[in-house]
């Protein structure tokens, strides 16, 4: 016999309860109900799949995935944060660095800055294939496989400066138009430095890089102009070349799209007993703004004894706003009044772009990269089977 729809729903709601949580597993496979069907089908699948955009920005989208299982939900969280590939800074070659950060640091502060550019160039990149101790002898990087990036940048004093100058942008000379000149005050004696901003990285394209990558919005750049990279002293400079490939989040951070991937599942809040009056003020405040509203007792309602006519009492308005923090479960007036809980299959993403690509392209990418495997997965079987 087929369940009815609160079945169904409660079915798909793990319970949480002021100090456990239940129904945490599904039960929908076969067997488990008797008579009920629940072998899995493609038609169902397409049936109860859905996807809901909430806002989309290139930096920042939120969307909510339901009717998969977790494992699916969490391999797409997974794909976005390790396998969707990048370009980033990989190679440092120091030429000269008279300033106080060290080399190591400077160059692990330049692998982290988040690039940007030309999207069709960075599709057209292929993967630059780095040398082993079986392989020793590989190709030397090309167009097709590295971007190179300069940072070349000197403080030097302005010999034509006046006697008493102390502005830092006429008593110093700087090789970088992009560079800011912040005062530093010491000991009441003025003392100045060059701040050297992500700003200052150059692009130097190589053969087809000068077709794909085309100014002025499609050179490959710091996501950020404003990313601090070192500061200068009179005397000192910085000579570097930048070598960007290639790379997936599983062989490093930087090399990952995402900020943040993560979701969570869609709370939900059923009032089984009307709450009315001061305890509906009150119960609004168990929750963040926007989750609880207020509507007025009609004379039907107070007929049927849910509170008297024109009292004001709590409905749910939205719950995707909840945080689930469980607080209206720490009062007795509302003991046996409300039920929490979460649906197990809608899930509710938040991606953030670390600027390279769109947030809304790389849950796309995550798809096709998860198509990849269970083609790859399903090649693999057919030969085992042979």
């Known amino acids: 016999m087929a369940p009815g729809m609160p079945a169904i729903d409660e079915r798909r709601t793990v319970g949480v309860n002021a100090e456990t949580v239940t129904h945490v597993s599904s039960t929908d496979f076969p067997g488990h109900y008797p008579g009920e069907d629940h072998s899995w089908s493609i038609a169902k699948f397409k049936e109860n799949l859905q996807f809901v955009v909430h806002h989309s920005e290139p930096l920042d989208c939120s969307f909510s995935l ?22 980033a800074i990989e190679y440092v070659f120091v030429w000269n660095n008279t300033s106080i950060v060290q080399d190591e640091v400077l160059a692990q502060r330049l692998g982290l800055v988040p690039l940007k550019g ?19 002898n590989v190709p030397p990087p090309n167009d097709y496989n590295t971007v190179v990036l300069k940072l070349q940048v000197e403080c030097t004093r302005n010999p034509n400066a006046e006697k008493g100058e102390t502005d830092p942008t006429k008593l110093y000379n ?8 912040h005062p530093l005050n010491c000991n009441s004696l003025v003392s100045n430095i060059i701040v050297v ?25 710091p996501v950020n102009p404003n990313i601090l990279l070192a500061k200068l002293r009179p005397g000192q400079a910085l000579n570097l070349e930048m070598h960007c490939i290639k790379g997936i989040g599983a062989d490093h951070a930087k090399f990952s799209p995402v900020a943040t991937a993560s979701y969570r599942l869609l709370p939900t809040i059923t009032i089984t007993s009307p709450i009315t009056g001061k305890d509906a003020t009150k119960f ?61 299959d809608h899930f509710i ?23 990849v495997k269970c083609e790859r997965l399903r090649k693999s079987l057919a030969i085992m089977a042979r």
Not at 174 to 181: S, T
Not at 355 to 365: C, I, K, P, T
């Open 349 to 371: 993403f938040s991606v953030e772009s670390t600027g390279q690509f769109d947030s809304d392209e790389l849950f796309v990418d995550s798809v096709k990269l998860l198509k």
């Open 174 to 181: 700087n090789a970088h138009g992009n560079l800011e000149l």
């Open 197 to 221: 901003y992500s700003s200052a990285l150059t692009f130097h394209p190589a053969g087809q890089q000068k077709e794909l990558f085309t100014a002025p919005y499609g050179t490959v750049a």
């Open 118 to 136: 030309s999207k069709a160039g960075l599709t057209w990149l292929k993967w630059y294939k780095k040398p082993t101790e079986e392989e020793p």
């Open 284 to 344: 609004a405040r168990c929750f963040p703004r926007g989750v609880i509203g207020f509507e007025t007792v009609t004379a039907e309602e107070a007929a049927r004894g849910e509170g008297i006519e024109g009292e004001k009492k709590a409905v749910v308005l939205d719950t995707m706003k909840d945080t689930v923090s469980r607080e209206c479960l720490r009062h007795e007036e509302f003991a046996g009044k409300v039920k929490l809980g979460r649906v197990r």
């Open 66 to 87: 339901i009717g998969v299982d977790a494992s699916i939900a969490n391999a797409f969280r997974r794909i976005l944060i390790a396998e969707v590939p990048t370009l």
